[in-house]
T-cell receptor
Framework: AQSVAQPEDQVNVAEGNPLTVKCTYSVSGNPYLFWYVQYPNRGLQFLLKYITGDNLVKGSYGFEAEFNKSQTSFHLKKPSALVSDSALYFCAVRDYNAGNMLTFGGGTRLMVKP | KAGVTQTPRYLIKTRGQQVTLSCSPISGHRSVSWYQQTPGQGLQFLFEYFSETQRNKGNFPGRFSGRQFSNSRSEMNVSTLELGDSALYLC???FGGGDHYEQYFGPGTRLTVT
């Protein structure tokens, strides 16, 4: 069975500072990893994915994520946070033989203060 | 290209009734997945349809069912509604049946059961 953990319910950062949202995962085979963002009363927006290749993945809106196989982690990062980045962030994993079934973490609320 | 559309956006039903939710995927996408989002349980996978066939099913009772039409549009049905079925139901579409394709989510249908 696959699982995802986002250990922080909320992350607070000041605008202009770097941000990190943590994610660890567990799958039986090779993982496909995703980050999504959700704004109030909206669906999920795709940010980035790791399938294979470079461990540092670049995505939308200046976000990037680092895949670490030994630590089974896929942390989301951004060098300089914006107030508009404040939202709910979800990490998700898909086992390579599980079709399109995503397993999501519990979500981390990012609050960026001016 | 138009995104994933879901209708209706909001719905209020009474316990014991049934409800049908509709999802139109992005043009050319053949896979449609459904997820339930609640404050307590987070995002949970319901089922996935690919080329009109159910490929995966989550751990939900048989009251939850779905189908996909030849034009890839999908419907989800919940019979004998319970208060606990109140949730945001999200539909996601993907071009392929897995591998490296990411899923794109619609805005969701907010179902309230009274």
């Amino acid at each position: 069975a696959q699982s995802v953990a986002q250990p922080e319910d909320q992350v607070n950062v000041a605008e202009g500072n770097p941000l990190t949202v943590k994610c660890t995962y567990s799958v039986s085979g090779n993982p496909y990893l995703f980050w999504y963002v959700q704004y109030p009363n909206r669906g999920l927006q795709f940010l980035l994915k790791y399938i294979t290749g470079d461990n540092l993945v670049k995505g939308s809106y200046g976000f990037e994520a680092e895949f670490n196989k030994s630590q089974t982690s896929f942390h989301l990062k951004k060098p300089s946070a914006l107030v508009s980045d404040s939202a709910l962030y979800f990490c998700a994993v898909r086992d390579y033989n599980a079709g399109n079934m995503l397993t999501f973490g519990g979500g981390t609320r990012l609050m960026v203060k001016p | 290209k138009a995104g994933v559309t879901q209708t209706p956006r909001y719905l209020i039903k009474t316990r014991g009734q049934q409800v049908t939710l509709s999802c139109s995927p992005i043009s050319g996408h053949r896979s449609v997945s459904w997820y339930q989002q609640t404050p307590g349980q987070g995002l949970q996978f319901l089922f996935e349809y690919f080329s009109e066939t159910q490929r995966n099913k989550g751990n939900f009772p048989g009251r939850f069912s779905g189908r996909q039409f030849s034009n890839s549009r999908s419907e989800m049905n919940v019979s004998t509604l319970e208060l606990g079925d109140s949730a945001l139901y999200l539909c996601a579409s993907s071009f392929g049946g897995g591998d490296h394709y990411e899923q794109y989510f619609g805005p969701g249908t907010r179902l309230t059961v009274t």
